[in-house]
Structure formats: C-alpha cells, structure tokens
C-alpha cells in the first residue's frame, strides 16, 4: 500500500490524475475502471485539461465503470452514463464504444449483471481502477454485508447511501434504491487500484479501511490485500492516521 498525502482536494486530484496519465502513456490500450462522485470530479478535469494542452491520447483507451443506478436512463442527468458523457467522455478522443457502463433500464437486471460481468472479461480485465470510498466503507456500491460479493450483482442501497447521495436529488424519495455494481472481485482484479478520499468525513472510515478489521461489513478493508493500491488523500481524510 503506497498512501500520497496532499494538503487539499486540488492537489489530490492533480497527484491521481498523474497516475492515470501515466498509465495512458505507457499503455494506449489500457482498460481504465472509472468511478463517479465529488472525489474523482477533480481528476477528470485534469485529464481533460491533459487532453486538450498535452494531447493525451484516448483513442485507444476503453473504459468500464463501477456502478449505475437500476432504473435510470443514460440520458437522466442523475444517472451515471449521464455523469461520465458529460464530466469526462464529451471532452476526450475516446470512442463512445470503447466506454461501458452497465444499462439500468435492461428489463432484466440480474442478466444484465451476467452479461456486464462477461463484458469487463472479454476486455481483457482492468488495467487500473478508480475508487471512490463511502462513508459507511462502501466501493462502488458494494455496501456492508456478510459476505464479499465476488462479481457484477443488484444491491440494495444502504440508507446511509440514500441519504448522502440524495443531494444531488430534487427530493430523498427520488433516489433509486438499487444499483448494478461490480463485485469485490472485480475490483481486486485490477493490475493497480487508485484509492481517492477527500474531507474529514472520510477520516475516521478511511482509517479503518486502512488499518481494520478485514470484513465485509466495511467493504473498503478488502482493498489491504492488494498488491498494487494507492490511496490519494488530502490531509483532512488522512487526519486520523498518524503518518
């Protein structure tokens, strides 16, 4: 585990956004695990600006993320297509085939995880993978269970998670309850994981992310059997681990 401390959100998302670019670089063909939220909106914007002032070449690039909301179309300002289209994929040379999300309005969702879990093999895997970290420890949106999930599935939401992502709603009662999320195996999988967290929220749940018990009552603990993790954090969610 290698953990870069930043003084704030800025220059968290400058510090992760280097490692991206870097693996763009080294790697035309990568497949990139992308995430949404607050935490990595920062690192998009760089890697627009990189595209655009460096010439960062996404032509090649395919990209797969963690999760999407059942029952929200691509074009719902909420759902996560509509996120990635418009926070990252509308300002780079990426081709709008190589970007994969799951469908949340398939008509059968379970299969939809079957057939997104076929998808991200038939790429080849995930070459890096951007994470996010929930306050109640989740990634993507494997929430607290008994078990680690191992692949694509339907979860419920955790009313922890309705209730922070409600902001971004008109009303609490319109956030879907349910999501298409990757599986903790999935995200193992990854050849390299990059770990965003940002805010003193996040300190105390990113401390035991880091430093606690492994279980899957806190999602995140698997991420310490990683062999390639780096956590990016700014000094506030990094302020209850002593560095």
């Known amino acids: 585990m290698k953990i870069i401390k930043t003084k704030n959100y800025d220059e968290m998302s400058e510090k992760a956004a ?26 998009y914007e760089n890697l627009i600006e990189s595209h655009k002032n460096d010439k960062l ?10 999760d999407e909301y059942a029952g ?41 995880c079957k057939r997104y879990n076929s998808e991200i093999a038939n790429l080849g895997g995930i070459d890096i993978q951007l994470l996010g970290l929930g306050l109640n420890g989740h990634i993507g949106f494997n929430e607290p269970d008994d078990i680690f999930v191992k692949e694509t599935h339907l979860v419920d ?19 879907p309850r349910q999501a298409i999320t990757m599986g903790i195996q999935n995200i193992m999988h990854a050849k390299k994981i990059v770990l965003c967290v ?32 780096t956590v990016v954090a700014d000094e506030d969610a990094l302020s209850a681990i002593a560095l």
């Open 72 to 112: 929200l179309s691509g074009t719902n300002d909420q759902s996560y297509r509509y996120y990635m289209d418009n926070n990252l994929f509308k300002h780079i040379n990426i081709k709008p085939e190589n970007t994969h999300l799951p469908d949340g309005l398939a008509k059968d969702l379970h299969a939809e």
């Open 157 to 175: 939401l955790d009313e922890s998670t309705i209730k922070a992502n409600s902001r971004f709603f008109a009303d609490e009662k319109d956030v």
């Open 198 to 229: 940002s805010g003193k929220a996040k300190a105390s749940i990113l401390k035991e992310v880091l430093f606690g018990e492994i279980t899957p009552k806190v999602p995140g603990s698997i991420l310490q059997f990683h062999p390639d993790l």
């Open 18 to 43: 280097s490692i991206f670019i870097s693996q763009v670089n080294a790697k035309p063909t990568s497949v990139l695990g992308l995430a949404t939220g607050s935490s990595v909106l920062g690192l």
């Open 57 to 66: 070449d996404f032509s090649q690039i395919k990209t797969v993320n963690l």
